[in-house]
Each structure stands twice: as structure tokens, then as C-alpha cells.
């Protein structure tokens, strides 16, 4: 106990890319650009959807609950990252740490399940569209993400709390750039097998039961799609389900390839890219791809970008 309250006093180093100074100051550089992109698109996303009555529908609903969410992901990490990565301190305190940890598995957790939520929204659309206001009701909606969010929360508290208890015998070293479950996981001087095997478990419950329904979706989407008749229909419901398709494949993808794998199959280095990839590329992405392939969002931005420069120029009036 005494070797955990020495750790706890003088909190954690988060090795990085130290070893690659000249790495350093280019991954800094990069994580400040797509950190910008990842605030001014998403932002964006939330502002127009909210002031576009058009966009008032559970679609825009879940869009703007994943926009914030990649906000509050980001900033959870970036911050402290550059912070690493432009000094020649690399010391993270231990409350610092630990509630990096609780909130980056919270939002993760929390990500995954609601993309599969919002593959339930476009297969009622498509599958049940005369249906699909009523099915898919404000009410509804509403207890869906606070249920994403809870069981995300619950989850992020089982598995954080498991690995905290784990004694590290005054071992405060981390091999990452942030304060991630499996770095934390590899300094406890003890036999790690349970909580690994938890963290395994849960990943199955948040990650791949979340992917499988995500599939079947979209099994019947497809299925619903080929009846289609009209070449038009067929188009906008590929548009329609198109991307939220490629955030899945981006973000499921990297995610699988990171934790569901043996432990030691991958390099230090690709590991942290990989996790450099999902937590910094990846919400920068997002607004790309929901906006890139549809109108009713291009059309919002449009007229908050119009409403933004008639405000301006009506304060400039006013000056003159």
C-alpha cells in the first residue's frame, strides 16, 4: 500500500514518443490541426442541426448527441497530449489520470453504442418509413441515449475501479501518451489474467454485440434497398445510410484491430498510433462524411455560414 500511495502522490509519466523527439514535434502540429477541424466541424454539425427545423428528426438527433460526444473525447485527451508532446515534462498527476482514464473509456464505450443506435434509426427509416416517426419518437430517442450513456458510464466504472486496485509497487511509468485501461493494466507487479479477462469480456458486450446488431441492420437495409424499384430510391437510401456505414467501418475497425487481439501481437509504436488514429483522426472525420454526402446538412451549414455574415455585417452598420 504504501509503494500505490507513492504513485498516487507524485502521479504518472507518460513515456509517448519520447524517444522520437523530432516525431514529437510534428505529431504535435498534426494533433493541433485535426483538434481545430475536430471543434469547428463538429460545432458546426451541432449548431446547424439545432437551428435548421428541417434537420429536427431523430437522425439529426443522434448526429448531434455523436458531435458532442466527439467533442468531449477529444478534449478529454488533446489537451494533456500536447502538453506532452511540447515540453520536456511528461508527468501526468494521479486525479489527472485517473479521471482521463474513467472518461476516455466512459466516451468510448459510449461511442460505440451509440452508432449502433443509430443503425437501429436508419433501418426503422428505411425498413418502416410510414412507421418511423412514431416508432422513432422523441420519448424514445431520449431514453435511448440516456440508456447509451449510463450503461457506457457503469461499465467505465467496473473496469477503471478493477485496474486502479491493481498494486503497481511504485511503478508510475506509462508506455503511452495518455492514461489508457491496457497501459495501466501492464505496470501492476501482480498477475493481471482477471482483469484482463473482464476487460475482454466487456469489450465483447460494447463492442462486438453493438457490431453484430449493426450488421443485422443493415442486413435488412439491404434487403429493403434491393426492393426498391426507382434508381433515385435506391440512391438516397445509400446516401442515407452511406455515412454512418463508412464512421462504423473507420471506427470499428480500428477499435477491434486495438483491443481485440492478443496482447503483444503489435509493436509499442503501432499501438499508439493506432490509438493516435481513433481518438484524434477519426472525430475529425466525422463531420466530413456526414456532410459530404448530404444535401439537407450541406444546405444548414449553407445558412448558418449566411446567417453568421448578415450578423456581422449588421454589427459593422451599426458601428459606421
Known sequence: MGQNNHTSLHGFILLGFSDHPKLEMVLSG??????????????????????????HTPMYFFLRNLS????????????????????????????????????????????????AVMSYDRFTAICKPLHYLVIMNPHLC??????????????????CTLTLNLPRCGNNLLDHFLCELPAMVKIACIDTTTVEMSVFALGIVIVLTPLGLILISYGYIAKAVLRIKSKEG???????????????????????????????????????????????????????????????????????????????????????
Open 30 to 55: 498534426v494533433v493541433t490541426l485535426f483538434y481545430f477541424i475536430t471543434w469547428v466541424g463538429n460545432t458546426a454539425i451541432i449548431l446547424a442541426s439545432l437551428l435548421d427545423s428541417h434537420l
Open 68 to 115: 458532442f460526444l466527439d467533442l468531449c473525447f477529444t478534449t478529454s485527451i488533446i489537451p494533456q497530449m500536447l502538453v506532452n508532446l511540447w515540453g520536456p515534462d511528461k508527468t501526468i498527476s494521479y486525479v489527472g489520470c485517473v479521471a482521463q482514464l474513467y472518461v476516455y473509456m466512459w466516451l468510448g464505450s459510449t461511442e460505440c453504442l451509440l452508432l
Open 142 to 159: 431520449l431514453k435511448m441515449i440516456i440508456t447509451v450513456w449510463s450503461i457506457s458510464l457503469a461499465g467505465s466504472v467496473l473496469l
Open 234 to 320: 435506391q440512391q438516397k437510401a445509400i446516401n442515407t445510410c452511406g455515412s454512418h456505414l463508412t464512421v462504423v467501418s473507420i471506427f470499428y475497425g480500428t477499435i477491434i484491430y486495438m483491443y481485440l487481439q492478443p496482447g503483444n501481437s503489435a509493436s509499442k509504436d503501432q499501438g499508439k498510433f493506432l490509438t493516435l488514429f481513433y481518438t484524434i483522426i477519426t472525430p475529425s472525420l466525422n463531420p466530413l462524411v456526414y456532410t459530404l454526402r448530404n444535401k439537407d446538412m450541406k444546405n444548414a451549414l449553407r445558412k448558418l455560414v449566411t446567417v453568421d455574415r448578415e450578423s456581422t455585417k449588421s454589427k459593422r452598420g451599426q458601428k459606421s
